[in-house]
């Protein structure tokens, strides 16, 4: 970095002081021949936390090295590793699809080339925190579909779990290998203006997006593979041995060489993909439902040398179309006697079917006394308020503010089913009015957070957006993190929305070793 930096001086003004302009946002005036000053000249900071500087002109200690680059770095060299990039994606196939978009359904995963970068200590809140939230929703999810003493003791409403639809009835009493119902996780996090990170959501019946997480990483080292002979990022590259050993550990017992296989729906997915990218890295069979059978409540898989036995599904179906016989009659995409074989105890599933009810975002309230329930703690991560709509001194909070509020469907994902009340209509809101009165189980409510912002190459400049984070977690014989997730970015200026399918992108996440 330019010693002018460290000591306290901006280099993106020639010495002068920074100031605040409208809004509260402190910006740089850049110097005219500096190749940083052309690159951060539209940098702004406001009260949002910034992932890569505390002040204007002052990098976090951490990201020092990464700022000393790109103040070398010309907006020309930028694009040219970005379309490196973009040309590294395009010819994996790297895709994700829009589904109701008449521009075309398939698209490159937008990428930015800027990592983010997280220190070990944060990471080892993050993975602790984690780590006692999957424990104790796994044993929420055990206690409810048997003994159910959470809601014989009031401590989560028994209305509001039989009520959920992703409930399932049929799971009751079943014996699942190690109680483990969720073995694979992707909490999504964000990063207040204090510094903490708190959950957002849970996504727990089949979280996505770990393929592009390792996708970045790869593509990353291809576009600047110095930076990493001065960093010491931890690697992630082992994801996929990792997630096998996983699964492996849920095989029924005595199946001690058990064979593994992938679920898809097919290629028509938008996540079909990340389910070959997973199948490969795993170097395991990927099947769709035509492809296997059961017998005698044990499942078999097709194969050129006849039928062989399968013992763990990673599924990525849904639960509504895993049985034709036990769930939607129409379903072509799942196995026919699949459930009978689970309830045996012949095959094992990652993730469990009924895991759905703990990833209802009104059972997400209730997170923090789950965790004091079971392991009578303290959650080391918050969750963010939420309020109930069924509850009605909730309800009328939250109406007489929709304009603040951001509002979800509790059975929602990708960023649909939601109001953001400070960014929406008049004609919006009344909309989301009527819904909320019509059908108030069916939707919360939460406080429009500031979430922090990491710089992003726009193609013009270097600019803060909006990031949230998911890491992965893996439950198997121990809980356990790849030290790394998939930080999601609002690619559009303002907007709080990272999910791809709303104009969304991601960026490599890096967290250092001690």
Same mark, same amino acid.
């Given at each position: 970095?330019? %010693?002018?930096?460290?000591? $306290?001086?901006?280099?993106?003004? @020639?010495?002068?002081?920074?100031?605040?302009?409208?809004? @509260?946002? #402190?910006?740089?005036?850049?110097?005219?021949?500096? %190749?940083?000053?052309?690159?951060?000249?539209?940098?702004?900071?406001?009260?949002?936390?910034?992932?890569?500087?505390? #002040?204007?002109?002052?990098?976090?200690?951490?990201?020092?090295?990464?700022?000393?680059?790109?103040?070398?770095?010309?907006?020309?060299?930028?694009?040219?590793?970005?379309?490196?990039?973009?040309?590294?994606?395009?010819?994996?196939?790297?895709?994700?699809?829009?589904?109701?978009?008449?521009?075309?359904?398939?698209?490159?995963?937008?990428? /930015?080339?800027?990592?983010?970068?997280?220190?070990?200590?944060?990471?080892?809140?993050?993975?602790?925190?984690?780590?006692?939230?999957?424990?104790?929703?796994?044993?929420?999810?055990?206690?409810?579909?048997?003994?159910?003493?959470?809601?014989?003791?009031?401590?989560?409403?028994?209305?509001?779990?039989?009520?959920?639809?992703?409930?399932?009835?049929?799971?009751?009493?079943?014996?699942?290998?190690?109680?483990?119902?969720?073995? =694979?996780?992707?909490?999504?996090?964000?990063?207040?203006?204090?510094?903490?990170?708190?959950?957002?959501?849970?996504?727990?019946?089949?979280?996505?997006?770990?393929?592009?997480?390792?996708?970045?990483?790869?593509?990353?080292?291809?576009?600047?593979?110095?930076?990493?002979?001065?960093?010491?990022?931890?690697?992630?590259?082992?994801?996929?041995?990792?997630?096998?050993?996983?699964?492996?550990?849920?095989?029924?017992?005595?199946?001690?060489?058990?064979?593994?296989?992938?679920?898809?729906?097919?290629?028509?997915?938008?996540?079909?993909?990340?389910?070959?990218?997973?199948?490969?890295?795993?170097?395991?069979?990927?099947?769709?439902?035509? /492809?296997?059978?059961?017998?005698? @409540?044990?499942?078999?898989?097709?194969?050129?040398?006849?039928?062989?036995?399968? /013992?763990? =599904?990673?599924?990525?179906?849904?639960?509504?179309?895993?049985?034709?016989? #036990?769930?939607?009659?129409?379903?072509?995409?799942?196995?026919?006697?699949?459930? @009978?074989?689970?309830?045996?105890?012949?095959?094992?599933?990652? *993730?469990?079917?009924?895991?759905?009810?703990?990833?209802?975002?009104?059972?997400?309230?209730?997170?923090?006394?789950?965790?004091?329930?079971?392991?009578?703690?303290?959650?080391?991560?918050? *969750?963010?308020?939420?309020?109930?709509?069924?509850?009605?001194?909730?309800?009328?909070?939250?109406?007489?503010?929709?304009?603040?509020?951001?509002?979800?469907?509790?059975?929602?994902? $990708?960023?649909?089913?939601?109001?953001?009340?400070?960014?929406?209509?008049?004609?919006?809101?009344?909309?989301?009015?009527?819904?909320?009165?019509?059908?108030?189980?069916?939707?919360?409510?939460? %406080?429009?957070?500031?979430?922090?912002? #990491?710089?992003?190459?726009?193609?013009?400049?270097?600019?803060?957006?909006?990031?949230?984070?998911?890491?992965?977690?893996?439950?198997?014989?121990?809980?356990?993190?790849? %030290?790394?997730?998939?930080?999601?970015?609002?690619?559009?200026?303002?907007?709080?929305?990272?999910?791809?399918?709303?104009?969304?992108?991601?960026?490599?996440?890096?967290?250092?070793?001690?």
């Amino acid at each position: 970095m330019h %010693p002018a930096a460290l000591a $306290g001086k901006d280099p993106y003004r @020639n010495g002068a002081e920074s100031t605040l302009s409208h809004g @509260n946002v #402190a910006r740089w005036s850049p110097a005219p021949a500096s %190749p940083g000053g052309e690159l951060f000249s539209g940098y702004a900071l406001d009260h949002a936390y910034d992932e890569m500087f505390a #002040a204007p002109g002052q990098p976090r200690p951490h990201c020092q090295a990464l700022v000393e680059d790109l103040l070398a770095a010309s907006v020309s060299q930028l694009r040219q590793h970005q379309t490196e990039a973009d040309r590294a994606f395009l010819t994996q196939g790297i895709t994700f699809t829009v589904y109701g978009d008449e521009a075309g359904t398939e698209r490159i995963f937008p990428y /930015d080339l800027l990592p983010r970068i997280i220190t070990a200590a944060e990471w080892s809140t993050i993975e602790r925190g984690l780590a006692q939230r999957l424990t104790a929703i796994n044993l929420f999810l055990r206690d409810i579909y048997h003994d159910g003493r959470i809601l014989a003791e009031g401590v989560v409403p028994r209305e509001l779990v039989y009520s959920c639809r992703h409930y399932r009835r049929e799971m009751r009493g079943v014996c699942v290998h190690r109680d483990i119902y969720v073995s =694979i996780a992707g909490t999504d996090l964000v990063r207040l203006d204090d510094g903490r990170f708190v959950v957002l959501e849970d996504n727990l019946r089949v979280p996505s997006g770990v393929s592009y997480m390792l996708a970045n990483r790869d593509v990353m080292k291809r576009v600047f593979p110095g930076l990493f002979a001065r960093y010491h990022v931890s690697p992630i590259a082992d994801y996929g041995q990792a997630l096998l050993a996983t699964l492996r550990t849920l095989a029924p017992p005595n199946r001690s060489d058990p064979t593994v296989v992938v679920l898809t729906p097919g290629v028509g997915n938008s996540a079909y993909f990340e389910h070959a990218f997973l199948a490969r890295e795993m170097g395991v069979p990927l099947v769709e439902g035509r /492809d296997l059978l059961t017998h005698d @409540n044990i499942v078999y898989m097709r194969t050129t040398s006849g039928l062989r036995r399968v /013992d763990v =599904i990673y599924r990525r179906v849904d639960d509504d179309f895993l049985d034709p016989l #036990a769930f939607r009659p129409d379903s072509r995409l799942g196995v026919a006697g699949l459930l @009978n074989a689970y309830r045996a105890g012949n095959v094992s599933l990652g *993730n469990a079917i009924g895991t759905g009810v703990a990833d209802d975002k009104a059972i997400y309230a209730y997170v923090p006394d789950i965790i004091r329930f079971y392991l009578s703690e303290e959650p080391m991560l918050s *969750n963010v308020e939420t309020y109930l709509m069924h509850k009605p001194a909730d309800r009328q909070y939250v109406l007489e503010r929709l304009d603040q509020m951001v509002v979800k469907a509790v059975g929602e994902s $990708g960023g649909y089913g939601m109001l953001i009340g400070p960014h929406s209509t008049a004609v919006q809101r009344a909309a989301f009015r009527d819904k909320i009165l019509a059908e108030p189980r069916n939707f919360i409510a939460q %406080p429009t957070l500031t979430f922090s912002r #990491a710089a992003c190459f726009t193609g013009e400049s270097i600019e803060p957006r909006h990031v949230d984070l998911r890491p992965y977690v893996l439950y198997g014989d121990r809980v356990r993190l790849v %030290p790394g997730g998939l930080t999601r970015v609002a690619l559009r200026k303002g907007s709080l929305v990272v999910n791809s399918s709303q104009g969304g992108g991601s960026k490599d996440t890096w967290v250092l070793q001690d």
